[in-house]
């Protein structure tokens, strides 16, 4: 039986140290799918088709990934494709405390499946979707720290304004 494991998040932008949690879960399990949260709640930089295309782009060549969006919760969605488990990834004791109640609230939602939490590489510890776009914002060359459509798309959004 095939082992899945979902990878959920904002992605708001895609980072590498997403790129790197989520190309170490594919080496875990035999399927990995990465799911774009769009709550329509929520302010996004980047719209959920954009983050969808930028994934796709950035891991075009892990042969057991995929890419979906989804608008609901995690645990219903791991259940709908028999997720084993949901991949996470921390940087810090900061992650953790809220990760772990995330973890707790899944288990009790959708039993079936676990948390694996997977550690951030050292050079991804102080990286951000948030200082990403802070950075952006004010001009700043984030080729470092996000894949270069996602740079591109900065780049263009600052002529566009």
Partial sequence: MKKIAICPGSFDPVTYG?????????????????????NPDKKRHFTAQQRLEFLKESLSDISNVSVDVWDGLTA????????AAIV??????????NEFQLALTNKKLYPDGD??????KLENLYMSSSMVRQLAGFGGDTTEFVPPCVSAAFKNRGKNK
């Fill in 18 to 38: 997403h790129i790197d949690i989520i190309r170490r879960a594919a080496s875990l399990f035999d399927e990995v799918i990465v799911v774009v949260a769009n």
């Fill in 76 to 83: 219903e969605y791991a259940r709908k494709v028999g997720a």
């Fill in 88 to 97: 996470r990834g921390l940087r810090a004791m900061t992650d953790f405390e």
């Fill in 115 to 120: 948390t694996v939490f997977l550690t951030t």
